[in-house]
């Protein structure tokens, strides 16, 4: 008789209404039972969750052990770059995500209220100076902060809400660039 490679756990199969054997290969050899991998996740995934998380507690408890017997002078550096770095990734994130959503309730102001991306209605939205030094106050915002915006998926990223009659998928820094050029200024600096 030959060794199979299937795995060994007992399914229920709705066509025939029994049980049969999984048809998956096996993946792993637990307690001398061949499983397929989504066997062994269902039985033992709780475990394996466990054992990684106890690997990771002792690898960070280590790494501060080895922290606690340096001068405190060091411990203030490190615990200062390391909290600083954190500190800003997070603000940058809130940051990006305020101005996204700033600048695209800008645009939907310029349309009318329209989430689409429509030229010649922004071009008549323009001439209201309420909107143009709105538009204007955005376009300094994503100059001063363009280098935390291009990480920004939803500022990058085409939107289908801003696709101008479904002819393409546009981003909000295309919008922003085409307005630019509407208003004809320097938009050079935003690219």
Not at 6 to 28: E, S, W
Not at 82 to 105: A, T
Not at 136 to 144: A, L, P, Q, R
Request: proline share 2%.
């Amino acid at each position: 008789m030959f060794a199979t490679k299937r795995c060994q756990y007992d399914v229920f199969d709705p066509t025939t209404k029994r049980n049969r054997k999984c048809k998956k290969g096996f993946a792993f050899l637990i307690n001398g039972c061949k499983c397929c991998h989504i066997h062994a996740n269902k039985d033992y995934g709780i475990i394996i969750s466990k054992i990684q998380a106890i690997v990771r507690g002792n690898l960070c408890r280590s790494k501060t052990n080895k922290l606690k017997t340096m001068p405190y002078d060091i411990q203030n550096i490190i615990t200062g770059y390391v909290r600083e770095e954190f500190e800003n990734s997070k603000y940058n994130c809130q940051l990006s995500n305020f101005l996204v959503k700033k600048i695209y309730n800008t645009v939907k102001k310029l349309n009318g209220g329209y989430n689409y991306y429509w030229k010649y209605h922004i071009y008549n939205s323009l001439q209201d100076t309420n909107m143009f030094n709105d538009i204007i106050y955005v376009i300094k915002m994503v100059i001063k902060y363009k280098s935390i915006l291009e990480y920004n998926k939803k500022y990058t990223c085409p939107d289908y809400n801003l696709s101008g009659f479904g002819l393409r998928n546009v981003s909000l820094k295309y919008t922003i660039l085409e307005i630019c050029k509407l208003m004809n200024c320097d938009y050079c600096l935003i690219h």
